[in-house]
């Protein structure tokens, strides 16, 4: 490797280890001469001189080197400074790569807006502890049009200090590491520049403009963001498994006690809030985007959200995008959650959104009470589908303002053991929705005060489930429409009452649910009573606060 000489400071342009001058000159190229070694120190830069501010910083295989890794230290007190830096062996086979770490009390500042600094092939950048790192524009990982196929290490980021990162574009094979604190106006894992990883295990991320991950691009990959600890907040809007691919498995996941990620979003609307699953043109196989909320782990969401998004206008396309709510975790949305929907004319598709809450709470609610829980939206005149699931199983609590699932059979609710809330609700399975399930516990229905909850395909409660009537303080119900159809108590099935502050007169009546004809009649919380009555050309089940002598707790 011959040395190159410095050049005079001028504003240039260099992209990927290729100059292009620009009208005043190009910018000089600062080569790392030494094996492990300090920033500071000039012998181990070509020309002897540590680079500034203006120069391109440039680490790659050292020749002398018997193989490993070789460590830049960017030691306690040291300020460093670069235009752009490039860490790459040239070669993913090659057995050594520039590592660059910033010490407790180190800085490394990269300054250029124009140039894209990377991080590839097994090379390294590591933020310890106290240290300090800043950049605009950062890439880790092989470019795109590199195999990735049976190599290791294509590049990585570990932020344990304290870093800033305008642009954060995560390529083939990156990862990226943060138990510190890390701001990143767009952060991009994969998509349109290959698959990537990115993994926080503690501290604090937060993303000011859009996080993507596998948005763009035509390619066959994985992406992933995984939060195992401290907090995410994302303040723009956010996309998984996005636009046009071929295959795409996708996964955001936040798990872990006192792990949260914070989505506030850009806006209300879905354009501006947060897609799982999107499909806009051109051919497209298969695109899977999975969000994970898990163990104990709390995701909060501010804006619209939209699972399996289809909006081209080819044929075959599979869209499946799922939200796994499990084991004490909680999701909280203020805004619309779609699963499955169809915005433009296509053919032989099937675009899938589930949303599955297993031992653990979802909610879709805000103050306005407006907040919509809708699953399948076809919106389009063409012959594909647009499905929507939900799933509660293992006692999962799911509460929301308004339940929409009227796609006929291509909505599906199954409640096997849990609990839906809802104070509105439309419900069209085009056949008989199901509580419950043969040898499971049962799972509730519970009609939210003062809300009508439309069950036009039929109303089936197995034994062990219950329909829930809830009042609020005023003595306000939920009533049950099942339309022209049947509602049907198996026996061992249960009318559940909840009182909020509300203490009935013995002896009231309550209408709670009206059908073509009722079969079979639920066992009522102690305290009430229930029955079937015949008025006109329908029957009605009756709440009763049954007389006095029985005492009523008030739960």
Known sequence: MSEPHRKSHALPLVAMGLFILASRGARSESYWTAETGEWNVNANWSGETIPGADDVVVATNYPGSAGGAYLVRVSDGVVAECAQLKLDTGDVGWPIAPHVTVEGGGKLYIRSSELNSYVNSKSAVHVEDGGEFSAVKLLVGLPSNTAIFGKIGAGAFVNEGKSTVSSLALRRGGVVTNCGEMVVSYLKVGGNVGSGTVVQTGGALEILNECSVAKDGSDEYSAELV?????????????????????????????????????????????????????????????????????????????????????????????????????????FCRSNVL????????????????????????????????AELRLGSPLGAGTSEAR????????????????????????????????????????????VLTLGAEGASGGEWRLGAAGVC??????????????????????????????????????????NVTLNGFEPQHGTNWVVARARTISGLPVATKGWSVAKVAEGGRESLMLQCDPPGLKIVVR
Do not use: H, P
């Open 227 to 331: 939060v195992t600890g401290g907090s995410v907040t994302n303040r723009g809007f956010m996309r998984v498994a996005y636009a046009d691919r071929n295959r795409s498995n996708t996964r955001v996941t936040v798990t872990g006690k006192g792990t949260s990620w914070v989505n506030l979003g850009t806006g209300t609307s879905n354009d501006n809030g947060c897609w799982f699953g999107k499909y806009n043109n051109s051919t497209l196989y298969m695109t899977n985007g999975w969000f994970v909320v898990a163990d104990g782990a709390r995701f909060e969401n501010a804006c619209a959200m939209t699972f399996a998004r289809m909006a081209g206008t080819s044929s075959g396309q599979r869209i499946d995008a799922t939200i796994a709510v499990t084991n004490g975790a909680v999701f």
């Open 388 to 431: 929507g699931r939900l799933e509660v199983l293992g006692g999962g609590l799911v509460c929301c303002d308004r339940l929409v699932a009227t796609n006929g059979t291509r909505s599906v609710v199954n409640v096997v053991s849990g609990v839906v809330r809802a104070k509105d609700a439309k419900v069209a399975t085009g056949s």
């Open 454 to 495: 439309e069950f036009s395909g039929g109303l089936a409660v197995l034994a062990g489930a219950a329909l829930g009537v809830e009042f609020d303080a005023e003595g306000q119900t939920g009533f049950a429409d099942v339309g022209d159809q049947e509602l049907s108590f198996a026996s061992g099935s249960r009318l």
């Open 339 to 370: 699963l499955g929907e169809l915005c433009q004319d296509s053919s032989d598709g099937v675009s899938t959104g589930r949303l599955v809450v297993d031992n653990a709470e979802a909610f879709v609610t805000n103050a306005a009470g407006t």
